[in-house]
């Protein structure tokens, strides 16, 4: 099956621990995004990247990291930096010769406690 | 800022009838429209996407734009209880970089 997936679906983490959240496609798409998303609101763009050793910081940056080795991989750091850190975090792909149409994962909601 | 508005709702229809779901966005060099369904709990589903003034139909769902009032919509007909949730509109960016800026979504409501 061809899609996007994203491990774990729920995580709990004590407040000062950095956290890795895993994303992978097997779509073959070049470009991954990672999202925020909190109760209520639209999603914002965290980092993203449209081609392996390559990503950009999006709106909302500060207290993540990315790393992007490989073209099926995109896994986000939520560190110890980041102040508010508990909400639903998605990952998102797309193909670079689209019409930026972009597919999301299940996602996964980490609390921060 | 680029920014992309809608009315969080929530918007109360009953079976059958027609939802009409709006977005407005700033950025006028926008090219491409998106849909989103989001249940509850759950991640984001592309359902329409638009990229020429006037009207794209597929089944139920006919996604409008108007580029120059700079305003998108989403028709649902025959709306089902299933259709309920919440419908993120997205805009992308005017620049290569393939980025979507999301409105805070629509909460549809359909009631039996």
């Known amino acids: 099956d061809g899609g996007i997936t994203q491990s774990p679906k729920y995580l709990f983490r004590k407040e000062g621990q950095n956290v890795t959240l895993s994303c992978e496609q097997n779509l073959n798409h070049d470009a991954m995004y990672w999202y925020r998303q909190d109760p209520g609101q639209g999603l914002r763009l965290i980092y993203y990247s449209q081609i392996v050793n390559d990503f950009q910081k999006g709106d909302i940056a500060e207290g993540y990291s990315v790393s992007r080795e490989k073209k099926e991989s995109f896994p986000l750091t939520v560190t110890s930096a980041q102040k508010n850190p508990t909400a639903f975090y998605l990952c998102a792909s797309r193909f670079r010769t689209s019409s930026y149409e972009q597919y999301f994962g299940p996602g996964t909601r980490l609390t921060v406690t | 800022q680029k920014e992309v508005e809608q009315n969080s709702g929530p918007l109360s229809v009953p079976e059958g009838a027609i939802a009409s779901l709006n977005c407005t966005y700033s950025?006028?060099?926008?090219?491409?429209f998106f849909w989103y369904r989001q249940y509850s709990g759950k991640s984001p589903e592309l359902i329409m996407f638009?990229?020429?003034?006037g009207d794209k139909e597929d089944g139920r769902f006919t996604a409008q734009l108007n580029k120059a009032s700079q305003y998108v919509s989403l028709l649902i007909r025959d709306s089902q209880p299933s259709d309920s949730a919440t419908y993120l509109c997205a805009v992308n960016v005017a620049s290569n970089t393939g980025k979507l800026i999301f409105g805070q979504g629509t909460t549809l409501q359909v009631k039996p």
């Open positions: 638009i990229y020429s003034n």
């Open positions: 950025d006028r060099g926008s090219q491409s």
